[in-house]
Nanobody
Framework: QGQLVESGGGLVQAGGSLRLSCTAS????????MGWFRQAPGKEREFVAT????????IYADSAKGRFTISRDNAKNTVYLQMNSLQPEDTAVYYC????????????????????WGQGTPVTVSS
């Protein structure tokens, strides 16, 4: 059974940056697409970004385009989310997820397309 563990969250001022990491263990996730989602208090979980198996292609939510970058290092079984120009509306718990291709290709922005989830790391952006 695979596990995903996020790290790197914290408190940052508006305009600042954070880099989230998600390390997989228990199985190799190089054959899975990887994604980041977030959930703000009182809101539903929403898609942030996803990256293909090789890391050569990524999809971003409109809110993340131009500010966030998703990448992966399959040798380290780790996926990253570099977040720049953070704003208070980015405050949320950020979750890492892994999706098998069969389901992921049907909807890479949908939470239902992912098979494994981490416990989340909180990000708070102060104004």
């Amino acid at each position: 059974q695979g596990q995903l563990v996020e790290s790197g969250g914290g408190l940052v001022q508006a305009g600042g940056s954070l880099r989230l990491s998600c390390t997989a263990s228990g199985r190799t996730f190089s054959s899975y697409a990887m994604g980041w989602f977030r959930q703000a208090p009182g809101k539903e979980r929403e898609f942030v970004a996803t990256v293909t198996l090789s890391g050569s292609s990524a999809i971003y939510a409109d809110s993340a385009k131009g500010r966030f970058t998703i990448s992966r290092d399959n040798a380290k079984n780790t996926v990253y989310l570099q977040m720049n120009s953070l704003q208070p509306e980015d405050t949320a718990v950020y979750y890492c997820a892994a999706g098998a291709l069969r389901g992921w290709t049907k909807g890479p922005r949908r939470a239902q397309s992912y098979d494994y989830w981490g416990q989340g790391t909180p990000v708070t952006v102060s104004s």
